[in-house]
T-cell receptor
Framework: AQSVTQPDIHITVSEGASLELRCNYS??????LFWYVQSPGQGLQLLLK??????LVQGIKGFEAEFKRSQSSFNLRKPSVHWSDAAEYFC????????????FGDGTTLTVKP | DAGVIQSPRHEVTEMGQEVTLRCKPI?????LFWYRQTMMRGLELLIY????????DSGMPEDRFSAKMPNASFSTLKIQPSEPRDSAVYFC????????????FGSGTQLSVL
């Protein structure tokens, strides 16, 4: 079975500080990994995805994530957080198993302090 | 609460046929979202409603797709005529308010257009 764990329910960082959101997954084959952001009043937006190749992927809004197979992790990072980054972030895993249907983590809520 | 309910769970149809997907949001939720998920593109927002009113349908791929929400407890996504490239998993999600409230997903409809 595939599963995703986001260990941090809520994270607070100061504006300008660096950010890392953790994501651990379980998947029985080569995973496809995604990070989504849900901003206030908006639906989910894809930040970045990993299928294969370079394990460090760049996304929109200055985010990046690193796939570490040995740790079954796909952590999301940003060097300097902006107040507009306050949102809920979801990690998801999918792939060829289960017809490509993704499994989502429970999300991490990010609060940005001035 | 039964959660967000989608039907059918699976739909197999022939190209050119009309397909109707159904969603019952969680009672009391006033925002409803339709997403399409494929392995390569991840989750894409098609349309969302606030208080039964369509707010943003810019994600609807083309005129063959239409969505309605006649009341607070029911929504449909229709594809007419369907094409093989419409094959995907379609998710409905709902939540309260317009802030960073948790988004609740249905279990999805796996659509295969032959």
């Amino acid at each position: 079975a595939q599963s995703v764990t986001q260990p941090d329910i809520h994270i607070t960082v100061s504006e300008g500080a660096s950010l890392e959101l953790r994501c651990n997954y379980s998947y029985g084959a080569t995973p496809y990994l995604f990070w989504y952001v849900q901003s206030p009043g908006q639906g989910l937006q894809l930040l970045l995805k990993y299928f294969s190749g370079d394990t460090l992927v760049q996304g929109i809004k200055g985010f990046e994530a690193e796939f570490k197979r040995s740790q079954s992790s796909f952590n999301l990072r940003k060097p300097s957080v902006h107040w507009s980054d306050a949102a809920e972030y979801f990690c998801a895993v999918g792939g060829a198993l289960n017809a490509g249907k993704s499994t989502f983590g429970d999300g991490t809520t990010l609060t940005v302090k001035p | 609460d039964a959660g967000v309910i989608q039907s059918p769970r699976h739909e197999v149809t022939e190209m050119g046929q009309e397909v109707t997907l159904r969603c019952k949001p969680i009672s009391g939720h006033n925002s409803l979202f339709w997403y399409r998920q494929t392995m390569m593109r991840g989750l894409e927002l098609l349309i969302y409603f606030n208080n039964n009113v369509p707010i943003d349908d810019s994600g609807m791929p083309e005129d063959r797709f239409s969505a309605k929400m006649p009341n607070a407890s029911f929504s449909t996504l229709k594809i007419q005529p369907s094409e093989p490239r419409d094959s995907a998993v379609y998710f409905c999600a709902s939540r309260t308010g317009t802030g960073i409230e948790k988004l609740f997903f249905g279990s999805g409809t796996q659509l295969s257009v032959l």
